[in-house]
């Protein structure tokens, strides 16, 4: 289909472009990241052009079919063109948290592009892609950050209660009263699990031990398989950090818990 779309349209085209986004898409849920990378990265090359007017027809040095026939015109699908570069460039972000490359220039950088161009595209109301945005965002700036190093570790906590505070308004998150259909109890144990990742690093023990215990509580209500690693992994934080805490007997039964969970897995 992209070899066709390249020969039809350009090898620079939107459509072009379009492809291989889809292609990024699918080695993404292969867990294949890096490969989601490459692609997303050559995604964002064809937008960048597009954006700054650069995009020729065809390029030189690819091979493409004579044109014996008419010229094929692209359809014009290049509306919202900035709202889908913004797009390539969180996807690329997400892809390199993925592969745990956070201190890679271009994480955050895509980051930030895309927030902001999402803020400017959607400022009457919050929008879920500038959450995204902000939760990554919190990710990385936690990642990047030492155990002594509370300015980034604040930063990171910042970040991630401007994104709960987003998806809480547009229904995702549990208001413990009437909840929306939007519901979506994993997010809502990712946030916790960062929350008390946060206040771990930042030396609150007992809250990080209490919001772990709600993340967990959240992981252990979603009931496909996959979600046992993630509930072997917040038991496995607790017990280390019980650890800490000089509570042996609470780390012994939560570590045992963990690596019960984690041989079922495997």
Not at 61 to 69: G, Q
Not at 97 to 111: E, I, N, P, V
Not at 124 to 153: G, W
Not at 222 to 238: C, G, P, R
Request: aromatic residues 10%; charged residues 25%.
């Amino acid at each position: 289909a992209l070899r066709c779309a390249r020969r039809m349209y350009g090898v620079n085209s939107i459509r072009a472009s379009e492809i291989l986004y889809d292609a990024a898409t699918s080695y993404w849920h292969l867990k294949e990241y890096d490969k989601a990378g490459e692609f997303w990265g050559a995604c964002l090359q064809i937008r960048t052009m597009h954006l700054k007017g650069e995009a020729a027809e065809y390029d030189d040095d690819e091979e493409r079919e004579e044109e014996d026939d008419e010229t094929v015109d692209e359809p014009d699908i290049i509306s919202n063109g900035d709202v889908e570069y913004a797009k390539v460039l969180y996807n690329t972000a997400a892809s390199l948290c993925a592969m745990g490359r956070y201190s890679d220039s271009r994480t955050l950088k895509s980051l930030e592009q895309a927030k902001e161009i999402f803020s400017e595209r959607f400022d009457i109301l919050p929008h879920v892609e500038v959450a995204n945005c902000l939760f990554y965002m919190a990710v990385t700036y936690f990642k990047r950050a030492s155990a002594q190093d509370t300015i980034l570790l604040k930063t990171a906590s910042v970040h991630l209660n401007r994104a709960s505070s987003i998806y809480r308004t547009l229904g995702y998150l549990s208001s413990g009263g009437d909840d929306s259909d939007l519901v979506d109890l994993a997010l809502q144990a990712h946030i916790r699990l960062m929350e008390g990742s946060i206040s771990e690093a930042l030396g609150k023990f007992h809250l990080a031990i209490d919001t772990y215990m709600v993340a967990l509580h959240l992981y252990r209500q979603l009931d496909e398989k996959i979600w046992e690693v993630y509930v072997a992994s917040v038991l496995s934080t607790m017990g280390k950090l019980y650890v800490k805490m000089s509570h042996d007997a609470a780390a012994i039964v939560h570590l045992d818990e963990a690596l019960s969970l984690r041989r079922e897995c495997l």
